[in-house]
T-cell receptor, first 113, second 108 residues
């Protein structure tokens, strides 16, 4: 069974731009969560989606948004990029009823210049 | 953002040695998980713990869910070079909160 896939793997953007990251969960997994990983703050929860609905949200500004499609694929969007948004963005999927067992993708490395 | 306190921050050991790391929190969790992350990759789930006091093994790895539900530890026995990486604990109540990580280096 294929794992979680994320595209693109690497991205360079400039301040003020916006970016969209994509995540395809493991087949059969309907829950998708997004995390930001930085050396200073570690792994921080962004949001969780299940059946196209946001179920939980972390403490990030409104510039960070996401959505989930009917096939469980998910996208996250960051608008008006800031230098501090440079990070590894990780997507994780899980089975319904076992959302505590999350399986991570390889991440998208975003660099904002 | 909220993080769990994980110790030690880093360890440098010889191949064959046993390793122990732990994670503590001021909050109670109903699930504890341990992940390993290799450079350039996402974390990989190693062990999941669901009940206070639970002791679970996965090969050379053993983890325990603390009785107080505020801590967990991970032991690695007979370490090998491929154990190198960053180990994260994570506690879950309504969302997943991660530890600060333990960087493990193993010398052949």
């Amino acid at each position: 069974k294929a794992g979680v896939t994320q595209t693109p793997r690497y991205l360079i953007k400039t301040r003020g731009q916006q970016v969209t990251l994509s995540c395809s969960p493991i087949s059969g997994h309907r829950s998708v969560s997004w995390y930001q990983q930085t050396p200073g703050q570690g792994l921080q929860f962004l949001f969780e989606y299940f059946s196209e609905t946001q179920r939980n949200k972390g403490n990030f500004p409104g510039r960070f948004s996401g959505r989930q499609f009917s096939n469980s694929r998910s996208e996250m969007n960051v608008s008006t990029l800031e230098l501090g948004d440079s990070a590894l963005y990780l997507c994780a999927s899980s089975l319904e009823g076992r959302s505590y067992e999350q399986y991570f993708g390889p991440g998208t490395r975003l660099t904002v210049t | 953002g909220q993080q769990l306190n994980q110790s030690p921050q880093s360890m440098f050991i010889q191949e064959g040695e046993d390793v122990s790391m732990n994670c503590t929190s001021s909050s109670i969790f109903n699930t504890w998980l341990w992940y390993k992350q290799d450079p350039g990759e996402g974390p990989v789930l190693l062990i999941a713990l669901y009940k206070a006091g639970e002791l679970t093994s996965n090969g050379r790895l053993t983890a325990q869910f603390g009785i107080t539900r505020k801590d967990s530890f991970l032991n690695i026995s007979a370490s090998i070079p491929s154990d190198v990486g960053i180990y994260f604990c994570a506690g879950r109540f309504q969302k997943l909160v991660f530890g600060t990580g333990t960087r493990l280096l193993v010398s052949p």
